[in-house]
């Protein structure tokens, strides 16, 4: 929704998610020297999702002659280098001036992204863990929801990734690691409820934290891409109706209560309230027996996107 917002900018282009950092950086070192067969095929696979889509066509022939070309004006092949080159001539391509990218596992690699792009700024959203919690819960609808655009293998896998502690611990690693740049003036962070109830307020922080000018035609957006309703193409703007969808249903206590246990540190830090709620015993313990079977079938279904096993451990058992 935020980049949507940014993208209505005249000098702002918004990409699709790229997951560049998360999964097409091998290795996780963007300073690695890439050989000119690697670079190319890289770039030209950033072309093809940024054009085609992330579940679009995977065949990258069509962009090779084009990386290549671009390619012969680096001095350096480094992977961060190529990726900077694509994101600027992409962003020129559309005759515009400030890339815009909304992957939000970026908020993990922060650090190399602030690195690369010392001039940056960087917005980190923060969502209420059980609104999260709901939106995973309904994710694999979202084939449905968007009239099939969505590949079934996605719609899957958005289901098997489904376990109440794993997208709570998720939602603590997330937030945690966004924390740690609150002394960067370079961050700004943005509550997804604050937007919704006071958009243009929270907006206009967001325009003077990027240095453009707040015009309320950066609110004109469609009303889609939610896990909970259909996509509403002929609607347009901002719909204050998100907040609070895990009151009215589609949670169970037992998922509520686990979330708010695992949770319950950074949410006070967050500012949001505890309910309260008491777990079902059976259920809890459900939950708990559970687990293991559903991390190894998230693991399965996602083998091809785990880039470093060790490392999303580590983010899994933050606190």
């Not at 949410?267 to 459900?286: A, C, D, Q, V």
Request: net charge positive; aromatic share 10%; charged share 25%.
């Amino acid at each position: 929704m935020m980049s949507r917002i940014l993208g209505n900018h005249q000098d702002i282009f918004s990409f699709q998610e790229l997951h560049y950092f998360d999964e097409q950086l091998k290795g996780g070192d963007a300073t690695i020297d890439l050989n000119l067969s690697d670079a190319v095929k890289l770039y030209a696979k950033l072309c093809n999702i940024q054009r085609n889509g992330y579940f679009g066509n995977q065949n990258i022939t069509p962009f090779l002659i084009e990386a290549e070309i671009k390619l012969k004006e680096l001095n350096s092949l480094q992977a961060i280098a190529v990726y900077k080159k694509f994101i600027f001539d992409e962003t020129s391509r559309n005759h515009k001036s400030i890339p815009c990218k909304q992957t939000p596992q970026n908020v993990f690699a922060l650090d190399q992204i602030l690195a690369t792009f010392p001039d940056c700024k960087a917005i980190v959203m923060i969502r209420d863990p059980r609104e999260v919690l709901l939106s995973q819960k309904n994710k694999w609808k979202r084939r449905q929801l968007s009239g099939g655009k969505i590949p079934l293998w996605e719609s899957l896998r958005s289901r098997v990734n489904y376990h109440p502690i794993t997208i709570s611990k998720i939602w603590n690693a997330a937030v945690n690691q966004g924390f740690k740049f609150k002394n960067d003036p370079r961050v700004l962070y943005v509550y997804y409820e604050k937007l919704l109830r006071h958009p243009e307020l929270e907006l206009k922080e967001v325009c003077k934290h990027i240095g453009i000018p707040y015009t309320s035609e950066l609110l004109d957006i469609p009303i889609a891409g939610s896990s909970n309703i259909g996509d509403f193409t002929d609607q347009r703007g901002i719909d204050s109706s998100k907040t609070g969808q895990w009151r009215k249903g589609g949670l169970s206590n037992t998922e509520i209560a686990l979330c708010e246990k695992l949770t319950e540190r950074l949410m006070h830090e967050t500012g949001y309230e505890l309910s309260g709620i008491k777990p079902n015993t059976l259920s809890r313990i459900w939950y708990s027996f559970s687990l293991p079977f559903s991390l190894f079938l998230a693991v399965l279904f996602n083998i091809k996107r785990l880039k470093n096993p060790v490392q999303l451990i580590q983010r899994f058992n933050q606190k």
